[in-house]
Each structure stands twice: as C-alpha cells, then as structure tokens.
C-alpha cells in the first residue's frame, strides 16, 4: 500500500508491504511522481519506529514519580479537572503550550492545533519554530506579506545554486521539499550547474559542491551585506522584474555602504575574492538561487540574513523566475493563494510582549528561550501549567537544564506525545499519539515549501486499536478547552469546526463558493469527518479546487484518492505581483528595523576581528531526527555519534588528543563527551550533533539511554536571540574545551 513518510521535510512517497493486516516493511515508491523510489535510512525503518516496544499505547498519568496506564476516559477527566483548576485559580494564561516539529508532520495536529490553542486562550504559545525558521518567517512576513511565502530555490532548473548554512545531504532539506535532494543536486552538476557551498564545516553537501568556503559561524549577515555592496558598486543590478515592485531600494544601496568585501572579509575568515566572484557568479549566471537554511537561521542576525537572501535574489533578477527561487502554489489554499491577489493585510510582530523580558510575539509566538522564565517568574501571568504537543523542549531549547528543572516545578501538565522521554516525564498526564500508519497524511506545511507544484494524499493504512483516532483526541481537548467537560460531543464539534471553515472562506473577498448554501456544502462533503472533510473542503475551494462542481478539471479529495502516486500541477511559475499580501501591494523591501539593525552591524566592522573563543556549532545527522530516534536499533547502531568534532590544531594546542574524553563548558553549563579529531572543520570551531542526551532519570527508553550522549543545549544561553524573529541561538556559542 502507498504512503508518505512523515519524517522530514523531503516527504518521501513510500510503499508499505502489510502482512495480516500489519505493516511489515517500507520501501521508497517507485510510482511516487514526486519521490521516484528515493528513500533514507530513517524511512525504511518507520515500520521499526511504529513497533518500538517503548512506544507508548495508552494514556499514562504520573503520581509522584509513579505512572499507570489509564483509560481514555480517565485520562481525559484528569485534564479537564486539572485545567480547571488552573483556570479558576490563576486564569487562562497560566497554561502554556509548546508544538514541536512532529507538529507539521502531522495533519491532525496542522489542523486542529491552531484552534486547540485559539479556544484554550492564552498567550503564552512556543512553538520550535523560534529554534528553527522563524527568520524566514519574519523576513517573508514583512517582504511579501505573508510569513508562508517564502521564495523556494527552484534547484531542478538552477544554473547556479548557493548553499549557506545547510546541509541537504544529511538532513534532506528544509524550506525546499524535494525528496532526493542529494540525486537532485548531482542533477544540477551533471547539466553543467555550479554548486557552492559555504558552511563552518566541510559536510558532505561541502564535499560534493564546486567549490567549497569555510565561513566563521555567526557571521553570514557580513557576508551576505558584503555581496549586496558588491553587486551595486559593479552596477551588477537588473532594471526589471520583482524589482520593480520594490520599495526601499535605494534604502539597501545605502544601508550596504559600509560592507565592502575587504572591510567584511576578515570577520568572516573568508578571502576577498571569494565573495566578489560569488556576487559575480550570481549576477552573472543564466539563474541562480540561494539556500540558505538552519546555520543561516539559528544565528543573532537570522532575519537580516534569511531578508538579504532575497534582497540578493531580487537584484540579480532570480526572484520570480524560473531557475531562481519561486513562490510555491499549494493545492489546500494558504492564505497567500486566496483574497484579492497582490494586496493584503501585511504583516505586523511584537502586538503582545512576553511578559518577563518583554519579547515582543512573532506570528502570535513568543520565543520557546523565554519558557523556562515564564515558568520560574512569580507574579500575575506565570504559567503553572503546559501542553506540549510532539516536542521536546528539554533537549531541543536553549538551557535545557534550566527548562527541565521548570517543567519539575509546574502544577499541571499534559503531553500529546508516543514517548516518555526527557520532557514528557514531567507531566501529569500523557496522551500517545497513534503511529505513521494510523493517520492521515497530506502534507499542509510542506506542500507550501515544494520545489514544484503537486498534491498527494495518503489514507490510514490500519485503524487505531482499542483507542481513539488522533484527530479524536484533539476534538476532545478543544471539547475540555471549550468547557464542554471530558466527554464533549465530537460529531458537534467536528460540524462546527467544519462550518467555521465554510464561513470563513464564503466570508473571503473573490471567494468562488459565495453563493453556495452551508447544507449544500456540507452535503458534497458527506460523509466524510475529521480531517479528511477538511482537507476535501480546503482542497475543492484552493487553486487547483472544484469549487464544488464550478470548475470540471478542478480537483478534491476525491481526486487525490484516486491517484496515489500524487497529483502533478507542474514546475513552479512566476507568481510576482499576484502572490504579495503587503499593505502597499509593493515588495517591502526595506523594513526600517531592518536596516537599523544592519546599519548597527556596520560598527562592528571596525572592531578586531580576531577570535578568541571557540564556538560551538550543531550537527545533523542521516539516522537521527531531532531528538526522537534514538530509541530505534537500526538507527543507533554502529560506532557512538554523538562526539566532539575539533580540527587537530585546534585540540593541539589545547594538548588533547584524539577519542579522549573532553569537558565542553561556558556560564550556562557543561557537558563531557569523546573528541574526535577531523580536518573538515575549522580550527578554533567545534561540532556537538542535536538532539542526544537520553541519560536522565524517570524515561521509558531503553535503546536510547545506553546511547545517551549529551545534550548540547545545555550550553546554549537562553537569552540570546535574534531580536527579529525570536529566534535561539543555537550555532556559534562560546565554550572552552578542557580534558577531563
Ligand atoms: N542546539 C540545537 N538545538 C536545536 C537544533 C539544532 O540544530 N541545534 N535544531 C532545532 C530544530 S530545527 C528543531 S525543528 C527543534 C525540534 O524541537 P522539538 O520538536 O521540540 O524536538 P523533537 O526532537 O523533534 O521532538 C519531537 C517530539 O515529538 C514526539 N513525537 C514523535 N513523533 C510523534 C508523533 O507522531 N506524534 C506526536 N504527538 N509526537 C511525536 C517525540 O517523542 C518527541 O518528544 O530542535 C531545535 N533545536
Ligand atoms: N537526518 C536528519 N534530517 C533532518 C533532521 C535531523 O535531525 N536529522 N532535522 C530536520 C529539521 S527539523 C530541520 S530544520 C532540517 C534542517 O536542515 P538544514 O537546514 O540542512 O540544517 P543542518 O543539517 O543542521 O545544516 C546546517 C549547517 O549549517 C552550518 N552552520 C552552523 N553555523 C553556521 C553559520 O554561522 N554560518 C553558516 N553559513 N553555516 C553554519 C552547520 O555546520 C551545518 O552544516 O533538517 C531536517 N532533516
Ligand atoms: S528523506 Fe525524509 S521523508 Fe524521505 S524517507 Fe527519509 S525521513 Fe522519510
Ligand atoms: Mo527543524
């Protein structure tokens, strides 16, 4: 049977061998259109992670440090009773509630969390986004109007593709949904393309490129400022195409004075030369486009890096056109596909502030670094209780240590989850999530993100045993959260659900079902519920959609049944001026936080620009996933992984030696972890993978604790962030390295 697998953004399609009833094995699918058989390490072993002993199956409550398996029933009487509680007694903030990545996998959880976390009320709402890509958010938001519209490097077209701060090699991609981005880039190269990469380490994606550039962490914004100057000051600019919808160019032209590539070269360890020929090349190549990603993104300066990204696009002509980077038209209707084309609302942050530090909220979030403080701070507003939904904050946020003693201390908590690992061994209650192979899959988020144009839909392969669907046990937290008690009426809230879609779409400016009566709506729907009537009703009023019934070629839910190799809506195209939600109906080009905090960075040009610390740097790894994977054998196997990665100069001079153990610590903490020596990073920097550090007490994971590593995070400062997107950061923090 056909699938997709959830795992990462390359949303592979995958063939799934049943036996009795049960999945038995996976394989990439060769009729997939999308994915062509390609499929990774971790893909094939889902059928391993779904039958993972520890895994949990049934909800679990904890007295003290005690758990039992309790029924549904149960487990659901304990949450309403607990946020009741905290409810009348310290109100609606003082429940938070953290999305992890698994999140944007899930279909359910795309579909329900938002109004999960609408009807519960408060603003204390983290998501990993502030780990991750909140940047690009921010930059797109301000740029186009909307913080989905992220211009996507069209890489099967490219003539020239730059890699900044990413390595597709290992984690498959980001912000650019493609499965075989390896085959992908090798595709480029053999057509004649030139690949650059430019990374603090030489990763694989490093090793396959043209040419590769070592660049000091943390210094991308230089870099990037450096090009801009260099392409106005060889008149390296077009005339037309999106820059001419663009306001505030001659902002950037002034703003980008300072950055000459002499004057900017030393900071970033990087030749002059170097970066002239990469503005040349870019300007210079028939299409050109640059991925910039998490190294890009986890930085103090991520906005202004992800924001000259596209300023560096939109002056060589690649933004909009085919070969460069393009806006991606999904098939379920974002907001950017739907309204009055080319106008819009714009895009605003900071309408609440945190409350401890005064962070100011980015697409209603505030940074997951402030959730520790929120917790910890006495006063009106402290959060006493969490939901943490597929995520673990504990060791996938800045000081972890601090996090985790906070998440000890909360009154109440609950977890959406499948393991009890080092976060969910702080709640109160946990409610498993059912497997890969229990759900519905269409990708909401990463169809958005795809480097070409195409719908797929995979059904549930099994039924849940004995349990309710996913989708179920959301209803009935939005049930709980509404006030309707433990055993809310699911059918009423799924209609109502469905009806609030319908009302908003008819309610919509250029709205092609405005005219149709609800009841008629929701009889084409039956019988279908769930996400499956959401997803169809998203589906038929989206781009590509019937409308019901007002468009012949158009399609559904239906449509999407019927072709699981997915549906083909071709190679992206240009969507410049039509895709612009701003308030001016221009590419805001110049947002004037934006060039105040690049004119602040001019300053620091002058300051010496000789290291002295060394910085630390993440990893990613092709058998890992975040901090979820390690619980499964043939993913942990082999020779430990989570090492120290230093230049052998680096360890020389500090007398270290190969294999021994070393103490990486700063002011947030320490951790101790084997060395290994490798002359593909550069001296002075060091590399720890994410993601690891299952050694703690009270989890239910016997694979991953006899692989436990050591968690990063405890040694990244919480209150480091790029100001502009409340974005951590996690890459490029000063530790000293000492033998044990
Ligand atoms: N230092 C450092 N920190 C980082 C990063 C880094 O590179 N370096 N990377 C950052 C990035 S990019 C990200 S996205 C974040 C990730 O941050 P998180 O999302 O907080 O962490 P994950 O490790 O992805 O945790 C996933 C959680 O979801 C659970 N889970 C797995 N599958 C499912 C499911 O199907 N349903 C449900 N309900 N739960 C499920 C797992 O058991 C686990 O508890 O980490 C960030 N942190
Ligand atoms: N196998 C695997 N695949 C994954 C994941 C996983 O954990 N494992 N996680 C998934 C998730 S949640 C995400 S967000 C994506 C992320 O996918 P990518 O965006 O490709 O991120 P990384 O693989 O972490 O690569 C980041 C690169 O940035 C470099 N870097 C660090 N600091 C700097 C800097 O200051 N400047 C520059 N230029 N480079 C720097 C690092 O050395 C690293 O090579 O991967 C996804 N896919
Ligand atoms: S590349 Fe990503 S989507 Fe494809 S099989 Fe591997 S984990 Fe799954
Ligand atoms: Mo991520």
Redesign the pocket.
Known sequence: MRSICPLCEATCGIEVFMEDGLPESVRGDDADLFSQGYICPKGVALVELSEDPDRLREPMIREGDDWKTVSWEEAFTRVDEGWKKLWTEHGKESLGVYM???VSH?TA?SLYGTGLVKILGTPNFFT?ST??QMPKHASSGYLFGHPMSIPIPDIDHSDYLLILGANPLESNGSLMTAPNLPGRLKALQKRGGTLVVIDPRQTKTAKLADRYHPIRPGTDALFLAAIVHQLFAEERVVADGAIALCEGVTAIREAVQPFSPERVAPHCDMAPEAIVQIARELFDAQSAAIHAR?GTC?QAHGTINSWLVDVIHIITGNLDRTGGALFTKAAHGPDNTKGVDGIGRGFVTGRRKSRVSGHPEVMGEFPCAAMAEEITTPGPGQIRGMLT?????V???PNGARLDKALASLDFMVS????L?E??RHAHVILP?VS?FERTHYDLSFSQLAIHNYARYAPPLMAPFDRPKDWEVLLQLVGIAAGMGSKADLDLLDEQGVRQAIGREQRRKNTRIGDLDVDAILDALAPRRGPERLLDFLLRTGPYGDAFGKSDEGISLAALEAAPEGIDLGPLQPRLPEVLRTASGKIELAPPSFIEELTALSTNLNNNSESKSILLI?R?QLRS????MHNVPSLVRGKKRCTLLIHPDTAAKQGLRDGCKVTVSNETGQVEVPLEFTSDIMPGIVSLP??WGHGVENTAMGVAVDHAGVN??LL?DASQLDRLSGNAV?SGVAVTVSAC
């Open positions: 992890g990545n698994p899930s959880m990993a780990v991750d998490f986890a939904m597929g995520g673990n904050p060791l996938s946020t959406f989850d499948v393991y690992n976060t969910t999530d890969p993440g990613r996933n975040n901090s979820w994410h993601g990063m995070n990244v996690l």
